[in-house]
């Protein structure tokens, strides 16, 4: 294919590009270097236009393919943020600042979509417009919402878009992807309970917050396990329980537990966010407490439309030939979700070999793997709006 061997001949470029992000990582909206090269060389690039400042520190890049008889417009999408992670890879690239790493890919990312946007600006084999799209703050800040709030889909008249994301444990060069939910809404509560304090030694004068919070954190399970229909995916975790008390023999007055739910339907979200509230309630109620739960939405379900996720599984296949199409759906979320409910699209995974799973201090992406992603990047263009 000529786009994955035109891929080829540039991986030294992507791969000097993707270092020294590695080795400069920012977080969330902080990404101001990040932006500012991938602007750069957007420009380096001929990019027909290039807005920053989207979505706070986003970078958009316009390129209009040879002819424009339809009027079609296609979004490609790529994360810039890294995590507040010590390093541990040792490798001579390695993150200059410590408690800073990419350990998700994102280096990758962007400079696979850089590769694909220079690309498909030498070339503009295409009829219609192509915005490749720099977002921040993807892992935890919602910059994808940012950009959606901030007018992009509509400023640059997007009417599909797409999306990728490196997966360690599936071989470089494979894709997998399906149709419907493919990443779980990710949200979040906090659960204070109150009590009465008491020393330990005369638990009876007292209300054991520390007893209760327990007995919330079992009763918490039985949502997922006898609440929801065992065919749809619900995760509920307690992942932290914290006393007010650091002392062996007393009794806190308050406890704060706090959580995460992962659901792939929108209608079990709703009954869970309910139930949570009940549970805690009702739990701390029936032992003489008080609980109050503040449950807050995160990221939707990142749902892929069928007829679009086609059009990926068919660009996947025509790149490597190695394609899951019914892979199987995480519950980890991705604030590319917003995009897609904004417009019709799909997000695909591609492999990243026998690595460090993501957010792992060993983690690392895989140079290899983007001429794979690169070309499917430039490839959705040129299959959705081949050239008149």
Known sequence: MPVKNRFAEMLPEITEWRRDFHQNPELLYDVHRTAGKVAGLLRDFGCDEVVEGIGRTG???VIRGKTDSAGKVVGLRADMDALPIFEATGLDYASKTPGKMHACGHDGHTSMLLGAAKYLAETRNFDGTAIVIFQPA????????EMVQDGMIERFGIQEVYGMHNMPGIPVGHFAIRPGAMMAAADQFDIVVTGKGAHAASPHLGVDTTLVAAHIVVA???IASRNVDPLKQVVVS???FRTESEAHNVIPESVLLRGTVRTMDPEVQDFVQARVSQVAEGTALALGARAEVNYMRGYPVTMNAPVETGYAVEVAQSVSGQVNADAAPLMGAEDFSYMLNERPG???FLGNGDTAGL???AYNFDDNAAPFGASWYAGMVEARMPAA
């Open 238 to 240: 307690v992942c932290t």
């Open 359 to 361: 957010h792992h201090p």
């Open 59 to 61: 970078v958009v890049g």
């Open 220 to 222: 918490l399970q039985s």
């Open 138 to 145: 993807e892992e935890g800040g919602g910059g994808g919402r």
């Open 346 to 348: 799909a997000y695909i």
